[in-house]
């Protein structure tokens, strides 16, 4: 594997960046709001 | 069509997306890091130098952008015609992904285009006509919003949805309509180097399963809040 992008880093690295910080970003709100959801409805689903 | 209509039944769904989403999870994650592996290893394009590395997250964010906004289009004929509840809710779950990779397809693509074209945008047919594809989904979400009645919001987005497919082939066809700055197709053609179309079709399929989980997700997340409101109005789940 090669990391060295020369002068072109500045442009690569930001595009990469952004990339994965949406990506993981977008995944850990539905993750999220998942299990809220989940446990919301068993909290009510608890009560008689 | 039957087929279809099976698995528009919320609860059969729960089921069938329960058992796919591990899969779907480990694929996401094996294309990914095989095709990002695959990304850093490739040499330089003797034309575009390293930013050919930019390629792999460029193209499969606006894939997956139109493969999106394709699913939103498709739901929501299926709403109007067939008037199937869940199709609205699988067409709402899709929108903010799509929004997101058509984000970060214009992103990746301004990145590249600096060092590149020496401009971060032109408004040329093939970059505009992607600016509007983002605007349609903030519009498409913002309707959703706008509108308190559920059953209204789902028909108003969804004949908004249907209006904006006309955006898709004009995307995909700019290219070969008008002269654009952006240059064509180059997978189908076959004109690629066959050493960057490994990488590219793995990160092609990890974002696109990517996308296929999420949305996944997304439907499971609404089919449970709906029920749990359900219960809170005291109405049958």
Not at chain 2, 202 to 222: D, K, P, Q, S, V
Request: overall charge positive; aromatic content about 14%.
């Amino acid at each position: 594997m090669n990391f060295d992008m020369g002068a072109y880093g500045a442009y690569i690295w930001p595009a990469y960046g952004v990339s994965a910080l949406a990506l993981i970003g977008i995944t850990v709100w539905s993750v999220a709001a998942w299990w809220r959801a989940k446990a919301r409805l068993a909290a009510l689903e608890r009560k008689p | 069509m039957q087929f279809l209509f099976r698995y528009a039944n919320p609860a059969n769904f729960m089921r069938l997306s329960g058992v796919l989403l591990p899969y779907t999870v480990i694929a996401t994650i094996v294309c990914l890091v095989a095709g990002l592996y695959l990304s850093f290893s490739v040499p330089p394009d003797y034309q575009q130098g390293s930013t050919v590395t930019m390629l792999f997250i460029h193209v499969p964010a606006d894939v997956v952008a139109e493969l999106a906004y394709g699913v939103i289009a498709v739901c929501s004929l299926l709403s109007l015609v067939w008037r199937h509840p869940l199709s609205d809710t699988a067409a709402r779950a899709a929108a903010p992904l799509g929004a997101i990779f058509t984000a970060l397809g214009l992103i990746t693509g301004a990145l590249w285009g600096k060092p590149m074209w020496g401009t971060y945008w032109v408004w040329d047919a093939r970059l505009t006509s992607f600016l509007l594809l983002l605007f349609l989904y903030f519009g498409y979400m913002a309707l959703w919003n706008a509108i308190e009645d559920e059953t209204r919001a789902a028909r108003a987005a969804a004949i908004l949805a249907l209006i904006g497919v006309v955006n898709i082939p004009i995307i995909k066809f700019s290219v070969d309509w008008w002269s654009t700055l952006h240059q064509g197709e180059s997978i189908m053609s076959g004109k690629i180097a066959s050493v960057y179309l490994a990488p590219l079709l793995l990160m092609m399929a990890g974002y696109a399963l990517l996308f296929l989980t999420l949305w996944m997700i997304r439907i499971r997340t609404a089919i449970v809040e709906r029920r749990a409101r359900n219960l809170m109005l005291g109405v049958a789940p």
